[in-house]
């Protein structure tokens, strides 16, 4: 019922919606990547059995039933796994809100179960259709890799499971939306980047062909060229790295902001003194007392108690709104109040606000909530009952109104002068160190009319609370980061068979393990280059988007997550390629050779 907390909540929602989207994308990704491998290793199989006569159909079933295998093992043991991780998590909740968590179901154990089978087989899909079309002696002869064409329209199975995932984990389809067209726009972007980079480094190279015979520079060349030659592979491989570092950057980004907005939700000099039933002749000597205290003077507000009972001249029916929520609002009392200024904590969203030559006509400035529940619109009339005296007022304008700020506010707000013919109180807020406790009661002694609220325990609960959900959203952080590592793993290891066969040969042609390993760090250095620089901008401009229109939190250009994700990129990816591969390195060319 506390606006602050649920305002916390519903931001904590979508962070966590949008978190596990991106631990479904980075899944898939990581899955898509690790298929090729997985499908280049029963090549020989599948050759063999054509040499003995197997028809495409029996090895597209088996196939099929080795993708089933595969994603029935990888299911239950996700399950399993989902389950001992959901315990920590209930374990988490317990310190929240809750002692005991619901009943574990078998719902999320089949939904996780079926994801599983769907996703593989959607994955799969592409690979049966293009087995079908190879010869036995095409994939004796290795060629695979150069003549297996793949139709696009193959992969459209891939992409709609994934929007539908996308769907079901976001807690809105603007949401899903937005994350899926970045998605795409990254991996468009990426793309022609990654081709037109590769185009210009093998004209560079071209031209410094003959002007050096130094080794190391020949080494990199070797790299470079690599990335020329298997442009379709590198452009594949830059799409991965970019897709993946940029949900693992927009989720920090997020994160950040969203702890932040938290942190300066209540400030240490939140307002935590409520005062109520000041009268308008103590206003002078209320004021003065916070001067001869050396505090700052708080602002003070008029408040009128009023019932709404009729919208457009038509009466309130209670009946006619369907959740609980619209029916006691409609059937509270407000308090209405008057200023001539929006105060700091309001945000305009539709209408005009009122100007000065607008005091004392019938204007009313509702807060959103109220007029969403209410469906109350720009220009609708609104009759309240003051004291048994009716008061129409027309809605100029709608407001959402920062209840989290814990400073004084209302649902209702008019133009100076027009609710001075009904007796008003005023209240304010303010913030009362603790070691200024006693001026409470001054306050007291002097108007002891006054109702002085304390809600600093109210407002260290609700901090408590939003650090506990921080942690909640760290945790569940955690499983993001994950599946971002299994993306760049499943992009490495995807090209593991060819690399080791290219560091053979040119070992064997006279190639040092030293320039094996520079070209290869080498053309990594350039995928990551790309990849990095494109995930951080569009990270950049996704996390404004969500912030800004979505989450409702200011957005900083956090200059250290760049740099962190950029350096992070341009060392650790291409030394994990020459870890995936240097125990090949240390071999003798024949052993090498006879390896492959």
Not at 217 to 222: E, F, G, P, V, Y
Not at 255 to 265: F, G, I, N, V
Not at 318 to 324: G, K, Q, T, V
Not at 578 to 581: D, L
């Given at each position: 019922?506390?606006?602050?907390i649920k305002s916390?909540?519903?931001?904590?929602?979508?962070?966590l919606?949008?978190?596990s989207?991106v631990?479904?994308v980075?899944?898939?990704i990581?899955?898509?990547?690790?298929?090729?491998?997985?499908v280049?290793?029963n090549?020989d199989t599948?050759?063999?059995?054509?040499?003995?006569?197997?028809s495409?159909?029996?090895?597209?079933?088996?196939?099929?039933?080795?993708?089933?295998?595969?994603a029935?093992?990888?299911g239950?043991?996700?399950c399993a796994?989902?389950?001992?991780?959901?315990?920590g998590?209930?374990t988490?909740?317990?310190?929240?809100?809750?002692e005991?968590?619901?009943?574990v179901?078998?719902?999320?154990?089949l939904l996780?179960?079926a994801?599983?089978i769907?996703v593989?087989l959607?994955l799969?899909w592409?690979?049966?259709?293009?087995?079908?079309?190879?010869t036995t002696?095409?994939?004796l002869?290795?060629?695979?890799e150069?003549?297996?064409r793949?139709?696009?329209?193959?992969y459209i199975p891939?992409?709609?499971?994934?929007?539908?995932l996308i769907?079901?984990?976001?807690?809105?389809?603007?949401?899903?939306?937005?994350?899926?067209l970045?998605?795409l726009?990254?991996?468009?972007i990426?793309?022609?980047?990654?081709y037109g980079l590769?185009?210009?480094?093998?004209r560079l190279?071209?031209?410094?062909q003959?002007?050096?015979q130094?080794?190391t520079?020949?080494?990199?060349?070797?790299g470079?060229?690599n990335?020329?030659?298997?442009i379709?592979?590198?452009?594949a491989?830059?799409?991965a790295?970019g897709?993946?570092?940029?949900v693992?950057v927009?989720l920090?980004?997020v994160?950040?902001?969203?702890?932040?907005?938290?942190?300066?939700?209540?400030p240490?000099d939140?307002p935590?003194?409520?005062?109520?039933?000041l009268?308008?002749?103590q206003?002078?000597a209320f004021?003065?007392?916070?001067?001869?205290?050396?505090m700052?003077?708080p602002?003070?507000f008029?408040?009128?108690?009023?019932r709404l009972?009729?919208i457009?001249d038509?009466?309130?029916n209670?009946?006619?709104?369907?959740?609980?929520r619209?029916?006691?609002?409609a059937?509270?009392e407000?308090?209405l109040?008057m200023?001539a200024e929006?105060?700091?904590d309001?945000?305009l969203l539709?209408g005009?606000?009122?100007?000065p030559?607008?005091?004392g006509k019938?204007?009313?400035?509702i807060?959103?909530d109220?007029a969403?529940?209410l469906n109350i619109?720009?220009g609708?009339?609104l009759?309240?009952?003051?004291?048994?005296?009716?008061?129409k007022?027309?809605?100029t304008?709608i407001r959402?109104?920062?209840?989290?700020s814990?400073?004084?506010?209302?649902?209702?707000v008019?133009?100076p002068l027009?609710?001075d013919?009904?007796?008003?109180?005023y209240?304010?807020a303010?913030y009362?160190?603790?070691e200024?406790?006693?001026?409470?009661?001054?306050?007291?002694?002097?108007?002891?009319?006054?109702?002085?609220i304390d809600?600093?325990?109210?407002?260290?609960?609700?901090?408590a609370i939003?650090?506990?959900m921080s942690?909640?959203?760290?945790y569940v952080?955690?499983?993001s980061?994950?599946s971002?590592?299994?993306?760049l793993y499943?992009?490495?290891?995807a090209?593991k068979t060819?690399?080791?066969?290219e560091?053979?040969?040119?070992r064997?042609l006279?190639?040092?393990?030293?320039q094996?390993?520079?070209?290869?760090?080498a053309?990594f250095?350039c995928?990551?280059?790309v990849a990095?620089?494109v995930a951080?901008?569009?990270?950049?401009?996704m996390a404004?988007y969500?912030?800004h229109f979505?989450?409702?939190?200011?957005y900083?250009?956090?200059?250290?997550i760049?740099?962190?994700a950029?350096?992070?990129?341009?060392?650790?990816i291409p030394?994990?390629a020459?870890?995936?591969?240097r125990?090949?390195l240390?071999?003798?060319p024949?052993q090498?050779?006879?390896?492959i």
């Open positions: 019922a506390q606006p602050v916390a909540i519903e931001k904590d929602e979508i962070f919606g949008l978190s989207m631990s479904v980075l899944s898939v990581a899955m898509l990547l690790a298929s090729g491998p997985f280049s290793r090549l599948f050759a063999m059995l054509r040499c003995f006569g197997a495409h159909t029996l090895i597209r079933n088996i196939m099929i039933w080795q993708t089933l295998l595969v029935s093992i990888g239950l043991l996700g796994l989902g389950y001992f991780l959901q315990e998590l209930a988490l909740a317990a310190t929240l809100f809750v005991v968590l619901a009943p179901t078998l719902q999320p154990f996780g179960f994801v599983s769907c593989m959607a799969m592409p690979h049966l259709l293009s087995i079908q079309t190879l002696v095409r994939i002869r290795r060629e695979v150069v003549d297996l793949r139709d696009w329209l193959t891939v992409a709609l499971l994934v929007f539908l769907w079901l984990q976001a807690s809105t389809l603007q949401l899903a939306t937005v994350v899926s970045g998605l726009v990254a991996a468009a990426v793309g022609v980047l990654a590769v185009q210009l480094l093998f190279k071209l031209s410094s003959n002007k050096t130094n080794k520079l020949a080494a990199l060349q070797i470079l060229s990335l020329k030659r298997r379709r592979l590198s452009i491989q830059m799409i790295f897709l993946g570092l940029m693992i927009l920090s980004i994160r950040t902001d969203l702890m932040d907005s938290w942190q300066a939700t209540l240490a939140a935590n003194r409520f005062v109520i039933n009268q308008k002749a206003l002078p004021t003065k007392t916070f001067t001869h205290q050396g700052t003077q602002a003070v008029p408040m009128v108690r009023g009972t009729q457009n038509q009466p309130i209670l009946d006619s709104y369907p959740s609980e619209a029916k006691r609002l059937a509270r407000f308090n109040s200023a929006m105060q700091e309001n945000r539709e005009q606000w009122w100007q030559a607008d005091a019938p204007y009313v400035s807060e959103q109220i969403s529940n619109k720009v609708d009339t009759t309240y009952d003051i004291t048994g005296v009716p008061l007022l027309t809605v304008n959402k109104v920062e209840w989290d814990m400073r004084a506010n209302f649902f209702a008019t133009p027009v609710l013919p009904f007796m008003a109180s209240m304010t303010f009362l160190p603790r200024d406790a006693d001026f409470v009661n001054q306050l007291l002694k002097q108007f002891p009319n006054l109702t002085v809600v600093a325990a109210l407002m260290e609960q609700v901090r939003m650090q506990k942690v909640a959203v760290a952080f955690l499983f980061l994950v971002g590592l299994a993306v499943a992009a490495l290891i090209t060819a690399r080791i066969r560091s053979t040969l040119l064997v006279g190639a040092s393990r030293q094996v390993s520079w070209a290869m760090m053309e250095l995928i990551a280059l990095v620089l951080v901008v569009l990270a950049n401009g404004y969500i912030s979505m989450l409702d939190i200011p900083q250009l956090n200059l250290s760049a740099l962190i950029i350096v992070s990129a341009l060392i650790f030394l994990s020459w870890w995936v591969v125990q090949y240390n071999q003798p024949k090498l050779l006879n390896s």
